[in-house]
Structure formats: structure tokens, C-alpha cells
């Protein structure tokens, strides 16, 4: 797998354990009772985009309507999946692609390159802070496999 599949998958996955944590019911998130807010979510992407490349004010409305169109797009992904992770992670990393495809379209040659370095920085970031074993999954706090 290249790099950039790499970097792809790994923004999939974040998000698609970012949603799942924070999945609209009743205005409350499937785990923890969170609320979610998808505009807020965006917002929250897009500052971070724009500390990361140095948006411009036309940049960061075309990649706030791209994310929250990715966002609608995976809502209704998890809709169909009706639970098949599998499904769900192929269909997720095609919306991914094609966001990115579009990000990369939006930001300059400079600005796509701050991208991917900021995007491997924060997947390390997340890995130091996930712990995640081999497979993906997350230690145990018992030490058993959950399995």
C-alpha cells in the first residue's frame, strides 16, 4: 500500500470513528450520550485545515460545503450499512478519495503539500493517543483480545 493510500484510510477510519461516536439519535450520539452538531464538526475540520495551509476566505467556504457534503454522504452510508463494517469501510474510503480529489482541486501545489504533511502528523497523533493494537483495535483495559 503507497503512502497516500495510507493517509487516505487512515483519515477514513478517523472519521468514521469520529461519526460513530458522535452519530445523531434523538440529538443525543450513540456512545456517550454526546450531542453532535455536524456544522460544528466542519467548523472544527476546517479551522484546523486552515491553521494547517493558510485558507483563504473563497478555500475555506468551498471546503466547508465539501465537508459537510462528505459528512451527508457517510451518514448515508451508515444508513444502508445497517451495521457491515466492511461494506461501510469500502464505501467510506471511495467518499474519502473523492473528497480528497476535490480538496485537491480547491487547495494550491503548496497548500496540498502542507495537507498531507499535517494529515501524517495528526494520524501519528492519533495513533500515540488510540494505542491501537494489530488489527486496529483498541487495548482491553482487562488485557483480554475481545474476542
Known amino acids: 500500500m503507497n503512502s ?9 477510519l478517523s472519521m468514521v470513528f469520529s461519526l460513530q ?5 434523538g440529538g443525543q450520539g450513540r456512545m456517550g450520550g454526546q450531542d453532535f452538531d455536524p456544522e460544528k464538526m466542519v467548523n472544527r475540520q476546517v479551522d484546523r485545515l486552515k491553521e494547517a495551509v493558510g485558507l483563504d476566505e ?23 450499512a445497517e451495521g457491515d463494517w466492511e461494506y461501510m469501510r ?7 478519495e473523492q473528497t480528497n480529489e476535490k480538496l485537491q ?4 501545489e503548496e497548500q ?3 495537507y498531507e504533511a499535517a494529515m501524517k502528523e495528526w494520524r501519528e497523533q492519533r495513533g500515540r493517543r488510540g494505542g ?10 482487562d488485557g483480554g483480545s475481545g474476542n
Do not use: C, H, Y
Not at 497516500?4 to 477514513?12: A, E
Not at 461516536?21 to 439519535?25: D, I, L, V
Not at 460545503?65 to 448515508?76: N, P, R, S, V, Y
Open 58 to 80: 473563497k478555500q475555506e467556504k468551498k471546503v466547508r460545503k465539501l465537508f459537510m457534503a462528505q459528512l451527508d454522504e457517510i451518514d448515508e452510508i451508515r444508513d444502508v
Open 132 to 141: 491501537r493494537q494489530e488489527g486496529g483495535r483498541r487495548p482491553r483495559p
Open 112 to 114: 496540498w503539500t502542507k
Open 4 to 12: 497516500k493510500s495510507f493517509l487516505i484510510l487512515g483519515v477514513i
Open 90 to 96: 469500502e464505501e467510506m474510503g471511495k467518499v474519502r
Open 105 to 108: 482541486k480547491i487547495l494550491s
Open 21 to 25: 461516536a458522535q452519530r445523531p439519535g
